[in-house]
Each structure stands twice: as structure tokens, then as C-alpha cells.
């Protein structure tokens, strides 16, 4: 076997390469100088960030929309704790991300010889916050160690991974290349026949059967519509899960768990078939869902048959493939369905009459962007009161178009969320909902957007000049509402600075007219709407 010549940090950007890996997100550094030595001819292409923090949102958002890993490449110690909070993120909402960081010599590890980013461990920064962290003392670690967070994207929950390569393994030479050394595991696998055959024997027996699906489902659109038409069952999904049936099929609930007319709904199910999904307060906006009926749960996490729902039966595996297995076990006729039909559009009705005034202008907007929004694209949203109704009332049409950081709620996430998703969305145009507060974040992504876009992103900017959720909180609690109410900067003139587009409607008429412009355009469209111009 001939030596080779690459260093740590080229063989490594290889590997990735050979796992399929076509875009990473960062910002050079001098700790990471030898990764960036592996770019050129590697294939993949690299987007610069203007924070970590941003590297790992795009990461999570390209992840959110392709359905592969979201790779980022930070520097050692304030490069991996700007970006801890974007995994944290993706660690709450099961979002397959992978993060290669620098750290510092192996001799120094531990020892707080005052080297510069130096941290006194790293590794336990991380460690919470991913499936696994891991140090590469050498670089014949790098192999098994990628191997490894492809075996938990690929066959566990998808959570983050974090690897750190010491400077000097990033920069020897390798002893050989091993750069196509790919390893690919099995796949999620499915439960035993005779589990999925109770499970069918006791969705047929079921009088009012209903579903919750959630992202574990993300790839099971077509079998859960195949389910819920079989048995006239109401399919609920959770904020990550919206788009998994067709707006206007008749027994798509939508992610209406939040609200008083789903709890009301959900609580006539005598059986429950809950499909890749937390079931988390998160979610529900309600300590606990009112279930009276018996619950079956598909997840590929054993550790969710036990925890706040319990569940009468246990389906460890793959989503698609064991309700394609409950399928296989279901008789092949469908189920008079008007009744579930009638309570489905029960639902819908009483959604849009319960909005409070607050809402009722978010859905005015939302009817707005509906109207306008291309067939194919996504929307990645902040959090801010816009989204928060969106959530359950705007309907998605299709998985992977709704981006939401439901687990962990941090602001500063639809900015860039938005920015990755348009170069994992194979050509779909994006609109980010964000309000002015999660806006300031991470604002300077802007330069990032227009820098590397070449098609129709629309970023909708929702301006009520304070941070409004907090404020309607504190009243809600009698608390003098402090630091609520910032000065906020002219926010068309900073969107100009950064080359963007900008529109300012004074009505929701002249934002459908700037919305249907962003789209047409290729680049940045800053939309400014001030809350007095959507009443």
C-alpha cells in the first residue's frame, strides 16, 4: 500500500465527500486551515456564514429540506460554543447535523497551558446537546468516527454529531488514504409480524380511530394516507409532520394539537396511533393531551414507549416501513368515513371562528402569503407570534416545507434556517417569517443571502416593534412589562446596506402585490410589515 500524501483535514473533507456530502457551512479560521486545504476538487461546495451560529442554522435548515446530514466546519473553542445553540436545536427537533471542529494539539488537551480558543474539555460542551461527541487523537480515528455518525443519521433517531480534530492530526500526513473507506449501515428496520399484526387487529376493531404523526413520519406521507383512508381515521401532525397529507384531504386535521378544537377532537379517539413523534408539550401548547383511548406508538427511539404517554403497544422501527407492515395486515377495504370527514371540517371551521383579534391578523397575512406562495416552495420560520399561528393555521403542502424550531424555540433561527434550506431545496424558493426581535439575531446573515443566491428568497419581516409574545405574557401575569419595547433600527435602510430588495406595504393588498414581486425575483426581497399596516 503506497503512502499517501494528504493531510488529516484533506483525507477527511474526501471522506465526506464520499458519503455524499455536497455543501458545508462555515467560517475559516486559523484552527481550521487545514480542512479548508481539502476543498478545492473535493466537490463540495462552501458557503460562508458571517457567525457559527448561522453555519449551523443553514446546516439544519439544508437538513430540514434535502432530508441528508447538514454539515458545518467551526474553529475551537468560541467557534463550537457560537454554534452550541444551533445544536441544541437540532438535537431537540431530531435533525441530522454533523459539526467538525478544530481543537487544539493533542499534547495540550486538558492541561490550560493558555492556548489560544483553548477550552478545558471540548468534548463535554457538546456531549448534552448530541447523540455523540468525540474527539480524533489520531487521524485513523476519522474513518470509524464518520462511520459512526452516518450509522446514527441513517438507523437511530437523527440527532446531532459533533467531532473534534486536534491540530496536529488535522495537518500530519495520513498513513494511507482512506478517504473511500464508506460505511453504510442497515436501515431502521421494522417491528415483528406479530406486533404489527396486533397493532392492525386493534386499529380494525377501533371505532373512532385517529393518528398523530410527527417528523419520524417525514418519509411516510404516502402509507399514512393510505392508512387514514382505510380506516377513516383523522390524522393529526405535530409542527414538524405538516405537509404529510395533501391540504385538502378531508381527513387531514393539521397540526391543530395546539388549540381547543383538537384537544376536543382528539380526546373522542378510542384508539390512538401515534407515528414518529415526541408527543412534547411543545407541540401541544398543554401540559397533557386528553387521551381516553388506547395508545399505540411507532417510533424508532425505544426510549418514547415509556415516557409521558405510555403506550398500551410498542412498534420500535422505521416509520414507513411498519405502517406499510400494518397495511399488509389491514383488510383492503375502506371504512364509511362521512362521519370523520364532518368532524375534520367541524375542526377546520372552528379554528379559523376561535382566532382572537391578534390572531385574526395573522391569518389575514397568512391567506396573503397562500395565495402567492410558489407551488414548490418551503417557508422557515423564527419565533415570533406570525409563526406561532401559522403553526396550526396555515396548511403545508408538502413535508419538508414548513421549518420550525419547535423543541428548542431559540430565537435567530429563520434567517439562516432559510438561507441552508435554499441549497438543500434543489430549486425551491423560500419565504422566511420572522419577527423584528428573532430578526436581530441574526441579521447579519443577510450578507450571506444576497452574496449566494441566485434564486427567489423573500424574507417577511414582521415589525411590531417590540418583542411581542414576552410583552403579552408579562400583562397576561400583571408584570410591568420591561425590556419589551427596543428601539429598533430602520430596518429597510439596513436591508438596503446588505444589497437586498426592500418593501415596505402599507396594506395586506400592497403585500400580496411585494410577495408575488419577491418571487419573481432571483435574490433577496426584505419585506417590512409594521403591524398598523395589517389590520
Known amino acids: 500500500m503506497h503512502e499517501s500524501t494528504l493531510t488529516g483535514g484533506q483525507a477527511l473533507v474526501r471522506l465526506l465527500a464520499n458519503y455524499g456530502v455536497d455543501t458545508v457551512f462555515g467560517i475559516p479560521g486559523v484552527h481550521t486551515l487545514e480542512l479548508y486545504r481539502g476543498l478545492p476538487g473535493s466537490g463540495i461546495r462552501h458557503v460562508l456564514t458571517r457567525h457559527e451560529q448561522g453555519a449551523g442554522f443553514m446546516a439544519d435548515g439544508y437538513a430540514r429540506v434535502s432530508g441528508k446530514p447538514g454539515v458545518c466546519f467551526v474553529i475551537t473553542g468560541p467557534g463550537v460554543t457560537n454554534a452550541a445553540t444551533a445544536i441544541g436545536q437540532a438535537y431537540a427537533d431530531s435533525v441530522p447535523l454533523l459539526v467538525i471542529s478544530s481543537v487544539n494539539h493533542t499534547a495540550s488537551l486538558g492541561k490550560g497551558w493558555g492556548c489560544l480558543h483553548e477550552t478545558q474539555d471540548q468534548r463535554a460542551m457538546t456531549a448534552p446537546i448530541t447523540a455523540f461527541s468525540a474527539v480524533a487523537l489520531s487521524a485513523a480515528d476519522l474513518p470509524q468516527l464518520i462511520a459512526r455518525a452516518w450509522a446514527v443519521f441513517d438507523s437511530e433517531r437523527p440527532r446531532p454529531v459533533h467531532i473534534s480534530v486536534p491540530l496536529d492530526v488535522l495537518a500530519a500526513p495520513v498513513a494511507h488514504d482512506w478517504s473511500n473507506e464508506v ?10 409480524s406479530e406486533r404489527l399484526e396486533q397493532a392492525a387487529a386493534r386499529l380494525a376493531a377501533a371505532k373512532r380511530p385517529m393518528i398523530i404523526a410527527g417528523g419520524g413520519a417525514i418519509d411516510a406521507s404516502a402509507e399514512l394516507q393510505c392508512l387514514s383512508t382505510r380506516l377513516a381515521a383523522p390524522v393529526f401532525t405535530s409542527v414538524a409532520g405538516k405537509g404529510l397529507l395533501a391540504p385538502e384531504a378531508p381527513l387531514n386535521a393539521g397540526a391543530s394539537l395546539c388549540v ?128 406561532y399561528t401559522g403553526n396550526y393555521a396555515f396548511a403545508s403542502r408538502a413535508p419538508r416545507s414548513w421549518l420550525h424550531p419547535t423543541g428548542y424555540g431559540t430565537l435567530g433561527y429563520g434567517l439562516p434556517a432559510g438561507i441552508g434550506a435554499m441549497f438543500g431545496g434543489d430549486g425551491r424558493p423560500g419565504l422566511v417569517l420572522v ?69 415596505q406595504p402599507a396594506s395586506l393588498d400592497e403585500l400580496q402585490r411585494e410577495l408575488r414581486g419577491g418571487f419573481a425575483r432571483n435574490g433577496v426581497t426584505l419585506i417590512e410589515l409594521k403591524h398598523a399596516c395589517a389590520r
Not at 330 to 335: A, C, G, N, S, V
Not at 441 to 463: G, H, I, K
Open 183 to 192: 460505511v453504510r449501515r442497515p436501515g431502521r428496520g421494522v417491528p415483528s
Open 260 to 387: 381547543e378544537p383538537g384537544w376536543q377532537l382528539i380526546a373522542e379517539a378510542d384508539v390512538v396511533l401515534a407515528v414518529g413523534t415526541e408527543m412534547a408539550d411543545t407541540d401541544f401548547w398543554r401540559e397533557r393531551l386528553p387521551l381516553s383511548g388506547e395508545l399505540l406508538r411507532v417510533d424508532i427511539d425505544p426510549r418514547k414507549f415509556n415516557d409521558f404517554y405510555p403506550c398500551a403497544l410498542a412498534l420500535h422501527g422505521d416509520a414507513r416501513q411498519t405502517l406499510a407492515g400494518i397495511l399488509d395486515y389491514l383488510p383492503d377495504t375502506r371504512r364509511e368515513a362521512a362521519a370523520a370527514i364532518a368532524a375534520v371540517a367541524g375542526l377546520r371551521r372552528a379554528i379559523r371562528a376561535g382566532h382572537g383579534p391578534l390572531q385574526g391578523i395573522h391569518q389575514a397575512i397568512l391567506d396573503r402569503v397562500a395565495a402567492e406562495l410558489p407551488e414548490n416552495a418551503f417557508i422557515s420560520t423564527d419565533m415570533t407570534q406570525l409563526a
Open 435 to 503: 419577527g423584528d426581535g428573532g430578526f436581530l439575531y441574526t441579521a447579519q446573515e443577510l450578507a450571506t443571502a444576497v452574496e449566494e443566491l441566485d434564486r427567489p428568497l423573500v424574507v417577511l419581516l414582521w415589525n411590531n416593534d417590540a418583542l411581542g409574545q414576552i410583552r403579552d405574557d408579562m400583562l397576561g401575569l400583571d408584570i410591568e412589562p420591561i425590556g419589551v419595547l427596543p428601539r429598533n433600527p430602520d430596518f429597510a435602510g439596513l436591508g438596503r446596506a446588505f444589497g437586498c430588495h426592500v418593501a
